[in-house]
């Protein structure tokens, strides 16, 4: 395994060489590394933007390498704090997404009957603002009640990329209530 490891190297840290280098380190690297990312993400195409993540840093950052640990070392380590970066930004999205919801829930249930008549046309109208993607995964959570995982099958996205797409969503429509809905 060192001599390809100083090959890449050499290849990386030669101008001509960088996407030859890049690409024989994702040749040699990338399984070992997309299961380690896979086991911590449980979920293939956040493992997938991980491992993607993982090269552009090490590509990036080849320079810094000390040269006193393994070239797969150096990238298990990259690969392993993007994931827990993106295991991180999860949490605080799906926390924000609780709150967001809850806020949402609230700001209708405070209305009377005919208010409520009202902020459901708005909500309409705000629903109808968003973007396609925005749309479709908050009407399938959101009034379908459906999971990540079951919209994930649906629309062939990622669970991460649906989070964030409802996510933002929800952000949308609470700001438009809000501008549209003055007591």
Known sequence: MKEIDEEILALMLH?????????LMMDTYQSRLYWHIK????????AQDVLQDTFIKAYQ??????????????LYRIATNESLQQLN???KLQKADENAEYHLMNLV???NESDSIEILEILEK???????????????RYYDELSYEDISQIVDMSVGTL????????????????TNHQD
């Open 15 to 23: 101008k001509r060489g960088h996407e030859k280098g890049l690409r």
């Open 39 to 46: 086991r911590l993400m449980d979920d293939h195409a956040l």
């Open 61 to 74: 950052n080849i320079e810094k390498f000390k040269k006193e640990s393994q070239l797969y070392t150096w």
């Open 89 to 91: 930004k999860m949490k």
């Open 109 to 111: 249930a405070e209305t």
């Open 126 to 140: 705000a629903i109808q603002t968003l973007p396609e993607k925005q749309k479709l995964v908050f009407m399938m």
């Open 163 to 178: 989070k964030t797409n409802y996510h933002y969503a929800k952000q949308k429509i609470e700001e438009y209530i809000k």
